[in-house]
C-alpha cells in the first residue's frame, strides 16, 4: 500500500485547475471534485491542530466518499496530464459532474461517476505502467502488441448488474466489428454501488472485498457462459471503496477480479496484465 500525507496530495493538486485551463476547460470550485478537494484540505488543517494540540478528530463519514474521491483526482491528474487535450478534455469535463455524495445519486446525475469509473481504472493501469488510452467504447489497453477493447458499466444496483453486462458486451461487439482482427474486448463492471453506496466504510481484509467480487462472479456465470464471441475474452469485475487499515486515517481499498470468457491468446495476455497490476509498483 502507497501512503500519502495531505500536504503532499494538495501539493499535486496544485497544479489541477492549471490543468483544466490548459484543456480548454474551466474550473468551477462547487463541482465534485474541487468540493473533495476542499474535504481533503479540511483533513489537512484538523490533522494540523491534532498534531500541535494532541487532540485529534474523526473523519465524518459524510467525508469518507470525498476524501477518497479526492486521492482518485490526484492519481487522474497523474496519470493523464500529458495527454493532448483533445484525447482527454471531453471525458474530464463530464466526469466532473454529479453530487459530492454517491447517496445523492439519481439516474439524472450518475452520468460523472460513471465516467470517473473509467478514468480511475485507466489511472490505476496507467501508474502501474499500462499502455491505456481513452478510446471508443471506453478504454483501449495495448499489451504485447495486443490491442483490448475495454467497455466500463457502473450499474446502481445488484438487478442492474446483468443489463449492464449485456450493453457492455453489445458495445464491444459493435466496436469489434470495425476492428482489426486480432483485437480483443474486455467488460470491466464496476461493483462500487453495489459494495458500498456511499454510507460504509470498509474495515476487513483485502481478501474479502475480493470474496465479494468472486460471489458475485458466480451470479453472472450462466449468462457469461451463454456469451459466445470469441473475441470477447474477459469480463472484469472492479470495486473500491474507503476503507480504515493500519497506520492511516482513510485508504482507497481496491480489487479486481476477472473471469476468462474464452480461452485464447488474448485472455492468456490480460491474465498476465492483470498479475502486473497487482505485482507493479506506482509510479510517482
Not at 25 to 42: C, M
Not at 66 to 76: K, T
Not at 215 to 220: I, L
Amino acid at each position: 500500500m502507497e501512503h500519502f500525507t495531505y500536504p503532499d496530495l494538495l501539493q499535486h493538486l496544485d497544479g489541477f485547475d492549471a490543468w483544466l485551463i490548459s484543456l480548454g476547460l474551466t474550473p468551477r470550485p462547487n463541482d465534485r471534485i474541487h468540493e473533495a478537494i476542499k474535504v481533503l484540505r479540511k483533513a489537512d488543517a484538523a490533522s494540523r491542530k491534532g498534531r500541535e494540540t494532541g487532540i485529534y478528530s474523526d473523519i465524518q463519514p459524510g467525508d469518507w466518499f470525498p476524501m477518497i474521491e479526492a486521492l482518485e483526482a490526484h492519481d487522474v491528474f497523474l496519470a493523464f496530464h500529458k495527454d493532448p487535450p483533445p484525447a482527454i478534455a471531453p471525458t474530464l469535463k463530464r466526469a466532473l459532474s454529479g453530487p459530492l455524495h454517491p447517496l445523492d445519486e439519481n439516474p439524472k446525475n450518475r452520468d460523472g461517476r460513471n465516467i470517473w469509473f473509467e478514468l480511475a481504472l485507466a489511472a490505476e493501469w496507467r501508474l502501474r505502467g499500462a499502455l491505456v488510452s481513452l478510446e471508443e467504447p471506453d478504454l483501449r489497453l495495448t499489451r504485447n502488441g495486443i490491442p483490448f477493447l475495454v467497455a466500463c458499466k457502473r450499474p446502481a444496483t445488484a438487478g442492474s448488474i446483468n443489463a449492464n453486462l449485456r450493453d457492455a458486451i453489445q458495445q464491444l461487439q459493435h466496436n469489434l466489428d470495425i476492428s482489426p482482427p486480432s483485437t480483443y474486448g474486455v467488460a470491466a463492471i464496476s461493483l462500487s454501488c453495489i459494495f458500498n453506496p456511499g454510507d460504509k466504510v470498509f474495515s476487513g481484509q483485502m481478501s474479502e472485498l475480493g470474496k465479494h467480487l468472486e460471489d458475485e462472479v458466480d451470479k453472472q456465470r450462466p449468462y457469461l457462459r451463454s456469451v459466445d464471441d470469441v473475441r470477447i475474452c474477459c469480463v472484469l469485475f472492479h470495486a473500491a471503496t474507503p476503507g480504515v487499515g493500519n497506520d492511516v486515517d482513510l485508504m482507497r481499498a481496491s480489487y479486481s477480479a476477472a473471469q476468462e470468457l474464452h480461452p485464447s491468446t488474448g485472455s492468456t495476455t490480460f491474465a498476465e496484465h492483470g498479475q502486473a497490476m497487482r505485482s507493479s509498483p506506482r509510479m510517482r
